[in-house]
């Protein structure tokens, strides 16, 4: 195991022990540095050391239990004993400051500015007043604010890393919402590429349904061939939605790829057998479009002569691409009835038809043409970057 994976493990098993855990040990490690030197020398008097100084030692560490509790008083309530260890003589001499370190320590790390700030002035002024000597006072002086440096930098140490702790749970919730929504666009485009191939597909096999009954008699191959394009319709639908379904399985599936605009002459074919005089034509020169942009491009279309076979009544449709610099602009007109008869049912297709080109980049204008009957779909959409 590498060194810093040691690093963090023990310091995830050190953050989930109870504080009261850690405080109490740490007490009973000072407890066992100050009381060394009175266990472990002679007293040059005879005899035991004073009762005195083992109370100063252990008076003095008992607090720390509850630093983190309330530090300024457990501060005062160490520096208070430890300030009297030398009134009797028969102690160990030793530096009775391990204590006051760690309670300083523990006032920069967890307590506000002026607490902290009034407890350091305290304590380094009580400790000035009583110390026995320059060299002591220098030194005491040292490292109480070397103490007090360490805790602030504790401090900053803890709230940077509750800053990185909640920024990485916000960026956390920024992706889930984003995911959310990218979800929420992803139901809505396979919501709208069902509707439009279900549409398209079901208004090609009606009118070629009414027709056939008609032909059976008058003329039989042209039954024929409306049963044929009714079968064709609906295998063509079936592949399209089978390809649709397979994205909203949980296992990955053989996906087959969308149809694009290099699809629009057979479809415009299709549509032809419906009894309707679609033409097809191109201007310009084919330039790269996005993979989103070529399927956009073909459920324009799809969804433009849907409402054309539905409700317009039409007899003839007229679809024609204009390739330029930066767009492809896909012009789509017809001989129907108009305005009136293009918006069936809240006109759910022409707002998905707005919606496929906002979500490319693009443009769409809809509405009556201006040179006769009929209603004109004008779609411009961006090509690819180069």
Known sequence: MSESRLVVRLRRWYGGLPTI????????????????????????????????????VVTSAVPLVWRRR??????????????????????ASQPIWYTTLVAVYTTAAYSSRWKRWIALAVTLGGGLLIVGSAESALRGTVQFVAAYAIG?????SRAHA????????????????EAERAAERERARIA???????????????????????????????????????????????????RLLNVLKEEEGPRGPQPTIDALPALADQVRGTG?????????SPRPL????GVAAYRITQEALTNIVKHAGATRADIALTWQDHALMIDITDDGRGRDLALPSGGNGLIGIRERATACGGTAELGPRGDGPGFRVLVRLPLAAS
């Open 21 to 56: 855990l850690v405080d109490g040990a740490l007490a009973v490690l000072v407890l066992l540095v100050q009381l060394w030197p009175l266990l472990s020398r002679a007293n040059p008097y005879g005899g035991p050391w004073h009762w005195w100084g083992y109370t100063v």
């Open 70 to 91: 309330a530090p300024v008083l457990v501060l005062l309530a160490v520096c208070l004993p430890t300030g009297f260890y030398d009134l009797v003589d028969e102690v």
């Open 152 to 156: 602030r930098a504790a401090a900053a």
């Open 162 to 177: 509750a800053a990185l702790e909640e920024r990485a749970l916000q960026l956390a919730r920024e992706r889930e919402i």
């Open 192 to 242: 709208r590429d069902m509707h439009d191939i279900l549409a398209h597909a079901v208004s090609v096999m009606v009118v070629q349904a009414e027709a056939g009954p008609v032909a059976v008699t008058s003329n039989p191959a042209r039954a024929v061939a409306a049963f044929d394009a009714i079968a064709g319709a609906g295998r063509d639908a079936m592949d399209q939605l089978r």
């Open 276 to 284: 309707l005089h679609v033409t097809y034509s191109t201007t310009g």
């Open 290 to 293: 996005s993979p989103d942009t």
